[in-house]
């Protein structure tokens, strides 16, 4: 048998260019993500303020033009959608990450959090009682996390158009005069901690998901990070950046980070902070934990001699026992993450190109 | 290709009159098809690939490659030139 | 996890690096067939461990990146039907077709759903009776008895409204296209682990015989790929042919009879067309007759579609090993994972996407120094 193949007419598919509908990962946090805002928000909304891209903008309150900048009052202002699937899961509910995210995308950026407002858009059938049920959790929410949920919004969209529950956080924190985080600031020798085990809340929502679902006993890590960054600030006042590495993981964060303060990103594989079960159900799902979206976590850039002793103050606060440092900040390499494995090899971490999938092979 | 995962066997059963079983892939369990390892039995290792074990890990066979370390190791110096026969390690 | 962390122990792996080195007197070109193998060999910097004079060359061994073009317009076409619920492994839904892929049929209202594993479809059918629940069976002889499996109980149960649309292709046959193209410059092949857990590897035996060269049947941890590496070397050295086995926990000569009986009884060899490659006789699976109305093709008769591939990159030629990822004009530029132009780029396994996920790194150094 001569099965010689002709290679010489060997030919390739025809590029997929442009998607001409939204797909659902285009809200992956990942590239999909920042093409659509690079190519249809920014050209219109494009300011300053908006296109630093921090995960709150930061802005000053001075009708007259008259406060100097330490006199200023700076205010965060941030905003959030949440649709997730299940409603409830282990760990927390849409409620709660609703609360959360905006809370700890005013905390990251440096501020307290003190005012949200919540929009509520409800599909026509949804019943009272798990609604009530993810109100009341909000409320809690709030309440151990020291905000005011101030002002809200209900709208009813026909049964089939929405899918039961979504909701929009919107939250003001006011900066402190002496504190500048800023994704921009990273410089090389810096160092790059997170602030405990990654993917806990990714897999979690995965392990619900009909076709791909598994038993597992984690539970999604949400959780206000206020208290952990007032913690972190007071130990240690030179903390250049913080950012919570939510959609897209670990992975979309640095990359921001690496383009925003041009600079290399160098992570040491064998001390990222994996769950056994996290990492055991990313090996079978043919997943990287560096993708798999947090709730509950932070990642710091801080000098390097500074790093280890904001470590020991970040273990003593309960959401911060597993914290560890896991790279660093270089010169070489700008606007590229790249990850050392303890077996020598080294690759780059780039950004989710789309929907993280299970793949077979 | 072809993702397979190891994972230990905890508790088996028919559905469909096809052999089932539940697997621990540390820490992670997932019901997994066992009608093409008949001989698996709870306790043992499987290699998991879409939902169905392919073989029973043979636990002689998964230690080989650690001696033959150890056995490098031993001689000291791989190039102090033993008889390449005793590097031999097929089966 | 047991029987996975501890290959992947850097002190077994640097024993192994020297243990290689050691041996190698003279180049040799090493083709690792399976895309699970190339993903490994990238991640951890396996060829960077390797010394100068051997070279791996990454094979056709991605079910999603040999699935030809034909067949994925056929899988959108159905897929696109109100009547249809479409399932699929994850990574297919990425790959493009003439005009859309998968996600976007998504986009436009199609009922796509990804599953971890066909029984999962099944359960889906056995759920909806009232439409036609379509499964994407691809894949080489390692998925192929879950596939067979998941036919074999639908007409044992009469879940009349599943359907598979098939996509199977065989790793012997390509590898001896491979070997008998005039350009072949393959010495020695790593074996693909789980398709001879399956399989076994008596078929690979008259393969070296024939063509003169090592088979090392291999795993996928890096002490696996360096200890395949490591056996396959030493043959070539020592210019032994025949099959060696490396993979012994998992692979049994005569591979697994359950999996090969099922398989026999549902499905039929037949001539495949791999995409980037073209037709290799004798090359995959079609169902057999009596499992003919469970074929999503039989059943919905999709029109012979207009087809539209370009020729601006050479994924045939990367496929074959005849080139690599880095040595072709489109790679990086126009060609990268958001935007594939080759069937190589679109899965996580084919060698251009590992090359640009796991290689930026050392390119991007090259260029400072």
Redesign the interface.
């Known amino acids: 048998m001569t099965n010689a193949a002709d290679f010489d007419r060997s030919v390739c598919p025809t590029p997929r260019q442009d998607h001409e509908r939204v797909l659902l990962g285009h809200g992956s946090g990942g590239r999909l993500s920042a093409d659509l805002v690079g190519r249809v928000f920014l050209p219109e909304f494009g300011n300053e303020v908006l296109s630093a891209l921090e995960d709150a903008a930061t802005l000053t309150i001075d009708p007259r033009g008259e406060a100097t900048r330490d006199q200023a009052n700076r205010i965060a202002f941030t905003t959030d959608s949440f649709v997730v699937k299940p409603l409830f899961f282990p760990g927390g509910d849409i409620g709660k990450l609703a609360v959360h995210g905006t809370v700890n995308d005013l905390a990251v950026s440096g501020a307290q959090p003190l005012y949200l407002s919540a929009a509520f858009i409800l599909e026509e059938g949804f019943q009272i009682d798990p609604l009530r049920r993810i109100v009341r959790s909000m409320r809690q929410a709030c309440a151990a996390a020291g905000v005011a949920l101030v002002t809200g919004d209900t709208k009813v969209v026909d049964r089939g158009k929405g899918d039961q529950i979504f909701i929009t956080t919107t939250g003001i924190g006011v900066h402190r005069v002496d504190r500048d985080l800023s994704i921009h600031n990273a410089r090389p020798g810096d160092a790059v901690i997170v602030s405990g085990t990654i993917g806990d809340h990714g897999i979690t929502i995965m392990s619900t998901r009909e076709g791909i679902e598994f038993e597992t006993a984690l539970e999604s890590d949400t959780a206000p990070l206020n208290g952990l960054v007032e913690a972190m600030l007071e130990a240690c006042p030179t903390i250049r950046a913080m950012r919570d590495p939510t959609r897209g993981g670990v992975s979309s964060t640095l990359n921001e980070l690496a383009v925003a303060s041009h600079v290399g990103i160098v992570l040491d594989e064998a001390s990222l902070p994996v769950k056994p079960a996290v990492h055991s159900a990313c090996e079978m799902l043919g997943l990287d934990p560096l993708y798999v979206a947090n709730e509950g976590k932070l990642i710091a850039v801080v000098p390097g001699d500074r790093a280890e002793p904001l470590v020991e103050v970040m273990r003593r606060h309960p959401l911060g026992r597993d914290a560890a440092v896991i790279g660093r900040v270089v010169s070489e390499h700008p606007a590229m993450v790249v990850l050392r494995n303890a077996i020598g090899g080294q690759r780059v971490v780039s950004l989710l190109a789309g929907e993280q999938l299970p793949r077979i092979c | 290709m072809c993702l397979g995962i190891p994972g230990k066997i905890v508790q088996t059963y028919r559905e469909h009159d096809v052999l089932m079983g539940k697997v621990d892939f540390g820490g992670i369990f997932k019901l997994v098809c066992l009608s093409l390892t008949p001989e698996a039995e709870v306790g043992r290792y499987v290699v998991v690939h879409v939902g169905f074990a392919l073989q029973v890990i043979d636990e002689t066979e998964a230690n080989k490659v650690f001696e033959f370390l150890q056995y490098m190791d031993d001689l000291g110096e791989l190039d102090d030139g033993g008889p390449d026969e005793e590097m031999e390690i097929q089966p | 996890?047991?029987?996975?962390q501890?290959?992947?122990d850097?002190a077994?792996?640097r024993?192994?690096q020297?243990?290689i080195a050691?041996i190698t007197t003279r180049p040799w070109s090493i083709m690792e067939v399976?895309?699970?193998?190339t993903h490994t060999i990238?991640?951890?910097?396996?060829d960077?461990?390797l010394p100068e004079k051997i070279q791996l060359v990454h094979g056709p061994?991605?079910?999603?990146c040999v699935t030809p073009?034909e067949l994925i317009d056929k899988a959108i076409e159905i897929a696109s039907r109100d009547d249809v619920i479409f399932?699929s492994?994850?990574?297919m839904?990425?790959?493009?077709?003439?005009?859309?892929?998968l996600?976007?049929v998504?986009?436009?209202g199609g009922d796509v759903?990804?599953?971890?594993?066909?029984?999962?479809?099944l359960k889906?059918a056995d759920q909806n009776p009232n439409r036609t629940v379509v499964f994407f069976a691809v894949?080489?002889e390692?998925?192929a008895?879950?596939n067979a499996?998941a036919v074999w109980?639908a007409k044992?149960?009469h879940i009349d409204n599943f359907a598979v649309l098939v996509s199977h292709v065989l790793v012997p046959?390509a590898m001896?296209?491979?070997l008998?193209?005039?350009?072949n410059r393959v010495q020695g092949f790593l074996g693909?682990?789980?398709?001879c857990?399956?399989m076994g590897y008596e078929e690979y035996e008259p393969l070296a015989e024939k063509y003169h060269l090592p088979i090392v049947v291999t795993g996928?941890e890096?002490?696996?790929l360096l200890?395949g590496i490591y056996?396959c070397v030493r043959m070539l050295e020592?210019g032994r042919v025949g099959v060696?086995?490396q993979y012994?926990?998992?692979?049994?000569r005569g591979g697994?009879p359950?999996?090969r009986g099922?398989m026999d009884d549902v499905f039929q060899v037949s001539d495949r067309k791999?995409?980037?490659?073209?037709?290799?006789?004798?090359?995959g699976y079609r169902l057999r007759e009596e499992y003919q109305r469970f074929d999503a093709e039989h059943r919905f008769s999709v029109e012979q579609l207009q087809v539209?591939?370009?020729?601006?990159?050479?994924?045939?030629?990367i496929?074959?090993g005849?080139r690599k990822p880095s040595e072709c004009p489109a790679f990086g530029r126009?060609?990268t994972?958001?935007?594939?132009?080759?069937?190589t780029m679109?899965?996580?396994?084919g060698a251009c996407a590992a090359y640009?996920?796991?290689?930026?790194?050392?390119e991007?150094?090259a260029m400072?120094s």
């Open positions: 996890m047991r029987y996975q501890e290959y992947r850097p077994a792996a024993k192994l020297h243990a050691e399976c895309g699970g193998q990238v991640r951890y910097g396996i960077e461990l061994g991605c079910p999603v073009l399932c492994f994850g990574d839904l990425r790959v493009p077709g003439s005009h859309r892929d996600f976007d998504k986009a436009a759903r990804v599953v971890y594993s066909p029984l999962d479809a889906i894949g080489f390692t998925t008895p879950a499996m109980q044992r149960r046959p001896e296209a491979i008998s193209s005039p350009t693909a682990g789980h398709v857990s399956v996928f890096p002490i696996d200890e056996r020592q060696d086995n012994a926990r998992a692979v049994r697994s359950s999996a099922l791999w995409r980037g490659i073209g037709v290799i006789p004798r090359s539209r591939e370009s020729e601006t990159c050479l994924s045939g030629m496929l074959q005849t126009e060609c994972p958001e935007h594939p132009l080759g069937a679109v899965s996580s396994e640009y996920h796991h290689g930026r790194f050392r991007a150094t400072e």
